[in-house]
């Protein structure tokens, strides 16, 4: 990605297909796949699917996180102000979450939490 956001490479070289994106506070979610990726072992062409989560301030981006395929779910530790119902029934509040949990193949992709 370094690559490509740099200049070092153009953009024919993997292509982003833009499939959802939502703003929580200073964060943008961003997800979308990579229709024509190559996979690694085999050489076949297999969707890659990806997820950015941007942080910004002051107008600019200050943090880039990347994730391939990766179910991607985001939490509030402390949400600001919590029902009894939500404290007893969902401790952490579900912010986000992609669309993507398992792969167009039907195979499950890895899973991590977010916390912020």
Known sequence: MMR?????TSC???????TGIRGIGNRVFVEG??????????????????VHIWTLKDGKIT???????TAILVTDLKPTAPTP?????HPCASLWHNRLWKSKEGRELPGLILAI
């Open 63 to 69: 943090q880039l996180r990347e994730y391939f395929n």
């Open 85 to 89: 119902h939500e404290i007893q029934h």
């Open 4 to 8: 490509l956001l740099t200049g070092v």
């Open 33 to 50: 796949e990579a229709p024509s990726a190559r996979g690694s072992i085999s050489g076949l062409k297999k969707p890659v699917y990806w």
């Open 12 to 18: 024919d070289t993997f292509t982003f297909k833009l």
